[in-house]
């Protein structure tokens, strides 16, 4: 059974950082590309960044891009998003994905984590 477990958020004020991670259980995770997308109260979900299997390419929403960056250790199973001048609105609920697939299509990965909260305050 393939587990995909998130840690790292938390509250923090406009401006900080925070490293999420996401731990992957139950199949071989260098087959594996990673997604992170993020859903806020009231809105659908989005997609945030995708990092391949060997870490050798990344997408970017455009909201994100400059300040999020997606990265992997590959020993450690763990797949990471750093979150560098978070803004109120990147407040929402980060989930990681895993898929064959190195994509920004939510459908196309198979499996998911449950999400960690991320909220920013003004």
């Known amino acids: 059974q393939v587990q995909l477990v998130e840690d790292g958020g938390r509250l923090v004020q406009a401006g900080d950082s925070l490293r999420l991670s996401c731990e992957v259980s139950g199949r071989t995770f260098n087959d594996l590309a990673m997604g992170w997308f993020r859903q806020a109260p009231g809105k659908e979900r989005e997609f945030v960044a995708a990092?391949?299997?060997?870490?050798?390419?990344?997408y970017y929403a455009d909201s994100v891009k400059g300040r999020f960056a997606a990265s992997r250790d590959n020993a450690r199973n763990t797949a990471y998003l750093q979150l560098n001048g978070l803004q109120p609105e990147d407040t929402a609920v980060y989930s990681c994905?895993?898929?064959?697939?190195?994509?920004?299509?939510?459908?196309?990965?198979?499996?998911w984590g449950r999400g960690t909260q991320v909220t920013v305050s003004s």
């Open positions: 994905a895993a898929g064959r697939s190195f994509t920004t299509s939510g459908q196309q990965y198979d499996y």
């Open positions: 990092i391949s299997r060997i870490g050798d390419h990344r």
